[in-house]
């Protein structure tokens, strides 16, 4: 099993940007695919960032491709995203999920999940 917890969210301005962090314990980390997902008011989980284990393939959803980056260290058991040019739609709880099997694009991809963190964008 693996523990993630999520931090670095907060309040930005839009144009802003924000480093969110995903903290991961338990099992070896670089076991596992990681990604980051978010969920605005009244509505589904949306599939933001993947990354594969060793970090050499990433995915991007379309809202956010040449704005959000995803990276992670193995040794520091973090995986990272980037948001740039943030936009008040990007207002969301954002999570970080990891499964050891699957890289994917949707929730059902991914078996351990995080609180999530809360990002607020004003215009």
């Known amino acids: 099993q693996v523990q993630l917890v999520e931090s670095g969210g907060g309040l930005v301005q839009a144009g802003g940007s924000l480093r969110l962090s995903c903290a991961a314990s338990?099992?070896?980390?670089?076991?596992?695919?990681m990604a980051w997902f978010r969920q605005p008011p009244g509505k589904a989980r949306e599939f933001i960032a993947a990354?594969?284990?060793?970090?050499?393939?990433?995915s991007y959803g379309d809202s956010v491709k040449g704005r959000f980056t995803i990276s992670r260290d193995n040794a520091k058991n973090t995986v990272y995203l980037q948001m740039n040019s943030l936009k008040p739609e990007d207002t969301a709880v954002y999570y970080c999920?990891?499964?050891?099997?699957?890289?994917?694009?949707?929730?059902?991809?991914?078996?351990?999940w995080g609180q999530g963190t809360q990002v607020t964008v004003s215009s």
């Open positions: 999920a990891a499964d050891d099997y699957r890289l994917g694009r949707v929730t059902e991809s991914y078996r351990y």
């Open positions: 338990g099992r070896t980390f670089s076991s596992y695919h």
């Open positions: 990354i594969s284990r060793s970090g050499g393939r990433t």
